[in-house]
């Protein structure tokens, strides 16, 4: 059974820096693609960023280039956002997904296991 653990969302004001974790059960973790995925109210799931399995095949969402970080470390079954100057509208529940293949991928529909979410809020 997949389970995905966020982790590291909270209050910052806006230009600040925090750092997403996401955790995962199982052994085959270093075997398929992983992404993070945000949804604010009223608004539809928007895509963050995705990893493949190896770390090397990296794609961001055109909103957070140059300021989010995706980044792996299989050995501790663990996907990570870093995610700085944040601005008031990075505000959203961010989501850890974890697909069921091996290479990154931008489409939600693409991922078969998510987490719970963790609340990120900017303020101005």
């Known amino acids: 059974q997949v389970r995905l653990v966020e982790s590291g969302g909270g209050l910052v004001q806006a230009g600040g820096s925090l750092r997403l974790s996401c955790a995962a059960s199982g052994r085959t973790f270093s075997n398929y693609g992983m992404g993070w995925f945000r949804q604010a109210p009223g608004k539809e799931r928007e895509f963050v960023a995705t990893i493949d399995w190896s770390g090397v095949i990296i794609y961001y969402g055109d909103s957070v280039k140059g300021r989010f970080t995706i980044s792996r470390d299989n050995a501790k079954n663990t996907v990570y956002l870093q995610m700085n100057s944040l601005k008031p509208e990075d505000t959203a529940l961010y989501y850890c997904?974890?697909?069921?293949?091996?290479?990154?991928?931008?489409?939600?529909?693409?991922?078969?296991?998510w987490g719970q979410g963790t609340q990120v809020t900017v303020s101005s």
């Open positions: 997904a974890r697909r069921s293949y091996s290479g990154a991928n931008s489409r939600p529909d693409e991922y078969d296991y």
